[in-house]
């Protein structure tokens, strides 16, 4: 019997199979049971010998079993193994980082600079009205200035009348001059930056762009205080400790005089570097705050004066990173993002 039942054990090569022989041997009906239960048939002497050995049979097979279900388990374990072994040689896909948009940095970084030089950094929405984007600015109305920004007009808001009701998109941050110094007595030393908006499309013109602009005013800040603002933004901005900065003579209706900035650069061979050199690159347009701006924000200009300015952000960051093309800025070019962007 107990070949048969070590046999039966052994030959069980599955877990279901053992746990057979388990119930053959020694379950309720099973072979050893049987066999104990026939004890109380025979005499003392007898029951006395073969109890024992039933009994050191039963261990024997149950160990058996515990043995060969601790092989089995083990065996199935180690086939598990073989078949989900990791190739840790394989090289890992690389890992895409996102990056921050170029107009973010540049955006940054003017703040930084401004605001060491002790700026607040204010802002004014997108959807402006004719008021705060032209009359308040000097501009009267029908006056040709008007035509030259190529305005985004929206539907009339029925609810306001006058200037109020007529909606656009604003196609300048100057708008934020206005709503500053309606809302703030002066000392003003603000920066804004933001969208803006004017319909037009080529190499050098996106419908939407984003603009810097800057507002001191004060009792006596004059034309050498904006100069001498303008010249340590740009040599900070540039890291250019010698660069240049010159004026020329323009028009704005809402600043007078009116200045067109330009920075030193050099051009060879179709090249551009900017630095002291033999030519001129122009960044922006500044002024003195027009008196009748300042009346038209309710701020006295026989106490007050000041000065703005004002420039694009896109051209800043193409000129310091050597981006040629304004219109890749919007195109959201996976790849023109992880050349021109930057690491977080
Ligand atoms: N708002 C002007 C423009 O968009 C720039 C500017 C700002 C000029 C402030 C003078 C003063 O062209």
């Given at each position: ?112 600079i401004f605001?060491?030089m002790g700026f ?69 030393r603000?920066i ?22 800057g507002?001191v005013?004060?009792?006596?800040t004059?034309m050498g205080h904006l100069k001498g603002c303008l010249l340590d933004f740009v040599?900070a ?8 900065l ?15 900035v ?24 500044c ?20 000065f703005?300015f ?35």
């Amino acid at each position: 019997l107990k070949t048969e039942l070590t046999q039966m054990v052994e030959q069980a090569t599955d877990l279901a199979a053992l746990d057979a022989a388990r119930v053959a041997a020694l379950g309720k009906n099973g072979r050893i049971t049987a066999l104990m239960k026939n004890l109380g048939t025979m005499t003392p002497d007898e029951r006395k010998e073969t109890g024992a050995a039933l009994n050191v049979l039963k261990d024997e097979i149950a160990d058996l079993i515990a043995r060969q279900d601790a092989a089995l388990k083990k065996q199935a374990m180690d086939q598990k193994l073989a078949a989900e072994t990791i190739d840790i040689t394989l090289s890992p896909r690389p890992e895409r980082k996102g990056h921050i948009h170029p107009i973010s940095q540049t955006m940054d970084e003017i703040a930084a600079i401004f605001a060491d030089m002790g700026f607040v950094i204010n802002e004014g929405p997108d959807i402006e009205d004719d008021f705060h984007n032209f009359t308040a600015l000097n501009f009267p109305p029908g006056h040709p200035a008007r035509e030259m920004h190529d305005t985004f007009y929206l539907p009339d808001d029925p609810d306001a009348v006058g200037e109020a009701a007529k909606k656009l998109l604003r196609t300048h941050t100057s708008t934020v001059q206005v709503r500053t110094m309606m809302k703030q007595k002066p000392p003003i030393r603000m920066i804004v930056m933001g969208r803006t908006y004017r319909s037009d499309y080529d190499m050098t013109h996106t419908p939407m762009f984003h603009q810097c602009e800057g507002l001191v005013i004060d009792k006596s800040t004059n034309m050498g205080h904006l100069k001498g603002c303008l010249l340590d933004f740009v040599r900070a901005y540039f890291n250019i400790d010698d660069l240049p900065l010159r004026f020329r003579p323009s028009f704005f209706p809402f600043t007078e005089p009116s200045a067109e900035v330009d920075i030193g650069c050099s051009r060879k061979d179709g090249g551009l570097k900017i630095g002291a050199g033999d030519s001129w690159l122009e960044i922006g347009g500044c002024g003195m705050v027009h008196p009748n701006v300042l009346k038209n924000c309710g701020i006295d200009p026989d106490e007050y004066q000041g000065f703005a300015f004002g420039m694009g952000i896109e051209r800043m960051a193409m000129l310091k990173y050597g981006i040629p093309d304004l219109r890749t800025f919007f195109e959201s070019d996976v790849r023109w993002l992880e050349h021109y962007g930057f690491d977080p």
